[in-house]
């Protein structure tokens, strides 16, 4: 007698084909996106092509102070997370320096200019490289980033050099402070993205003053979730532009960045779209960390074999972040970019208590 397997239902072969096709449609989105964006897969090749390299000098020149093994635990770990990070922060429109910084400083012992320069590279990249999409895509508003880049750049570079100063004036305590300060601004930041959230994604000014309407800093671009255009008047141009010299100082101090102030500015003081303020935000910190970065390097804080796999990641999370913010919302990486801050905040306020005045606290 003829033995037959059980053949499946009706509702079985309708599942399976959902889950087919749900993997034929992800699959078609990734080969979409390898398409439009050709120089991400060349640089994902050379990656790799580079850290095989790597490999091998490694087996042959081994160092007596960190094994091969470790080393590539290190470099490609810290390009993984990197490539997070940027997705995130782009996303988010704060910049990777934002979190970067706060979670080198609070869970290392690295010295805080090592830290604040690598934070710098890795903010400045990921907006170098996220500003071809956002301008293609008009979502990054020019005139605004030209009206913006003056005071930022002032700012960011009059935080670097004080930095230095500060570093070389007041020694360990003074390293202890700074970890401080960011922990208690990252719970300003936390704070701030909070009560800002989601509430303010299309603002409608209620009116528009004459030096904003000189400007021309008015804008449209299409709003993939939505599928239509939306149309944005931004007001309070000259009160941005002097709070940018402040967000500038701060950005260029901590080696963050400062996108989450910056994407804040646009967006509740001058009334910008979330989504182009994000853009803005990020087309401006390329800018003004590309400025600052330069007392970091001359005075010698910038170490490559640090910033090479955190750079290079961010390179690839920038590309990625900016075609997802294109398509997706905001809100639930909003959440957890607090998550994160607020984790970040609590350890670096732990360790500058014990740095700068002796304080331990035991869970932390």
């Known amino acids: 007698m003829e033995h ?3 053949q499946p239902d009706v509702a079985q072969r309708h599942e399976f084909g959902g889950v087919q096709r749900k993997r034929a449609k992800r699959r ?9 964006v050709p120089e991400l897969s060349v640089l994902i090749i050379l990656i790799i092509c580079g850290y095989i390299v790597m490999a091998v000098f490694s087996k042959v020149h081994a160092t007596q102070v960190l094994s091969p093994l470790s080393m590539w635990l290190i470099i490609i770990g810290s390009f993984l997370i990197s490539t997070v990070i940027a997705i995130i922060a782009v996303i988010a429109g704060i ?7 706060p979670i080198m400083l609070g869970f290392t012992s690295i010295d805080s200019l090592v830290v604040r320069a690598t934070g710098l590279v890795v903010a400045m990249f990921g907006g170098l490289i996220s500003s071809g999409p956002f301008m293609k895509t008009k979502l990054a508003n020019l005139r605004v980033t030209y009206f913006c880049a003056v005071p930022i750049t002032i700012g960011a570079l009059t935080g670097s050099v004080s930095a230095i100063y500060l570093h070389d004036a007041l020694g360990a305590k003074g390293d ?5 300060s960011l922990g208690i601004l ?9 009560t800002g959230g989601g509430k ?17 800093i008015s804008g449209s671009y299409w709003e993939e979730s939505l599928g239509q255009v939306v149309e944005y008047h931004m007001v309070r141009a000259l009160l941005g532009g002097i709070l940018f010299i402040f967000l500038g100082f ?15 500015t646009l967006n509740l003081v001058m009334l910008a779209p979330v989504k182009v303020a994000a853009a803005s935000s990020g087309v401006l910190l390329a800018i003004s960390d590309a400025t600052a970065i330069w007392t970091y390097l001359t005075y010698g804080a910038l170490i490559s074999i640090l910033a090479a796999p955190w750079m290079l990641g961010h390179v690839v999370g920038g590309i990625l972040g900016a075609h997802l913010l294109i398509r997706i919302r905001a809100g639930f990486v909003r959440k957890v970019l607090i998550l994160i801050l607020l984790v970040s905040s609590a350890k670096l306020i ?3 208590l014990e740095g700068a005045f002796g304080i331990h606290i035991p869970f932390l």
């Open 4 to 6: 037959r397997q059980p």
């Open 28 to 36: 078609g989105i990734l080969w979409a996106l390898v398409l439009r």
């Open 95 to 101: 910049g990777g320096g934002v979190m970067f910084t």
């Open 176 to 180: 202890g402070a700074v970890r401080l």
């Open 186 to 194: 990252m719970l300003v930041i936390a704070y701030f993205l909070f």
């Open 200 to 216: 303010t994604e299309y603002p409608e000014p209620k009116f528009i003053d004459r030096f904003s309407l000189k400007l021309g």
């Open 250 to 264: 701060i950005g260029g101090f901590f080696g963050m960045g400062g996108g989450a102030f910056l994407t804040g």
């Open 350 to 352: 732990a360790r500058g």
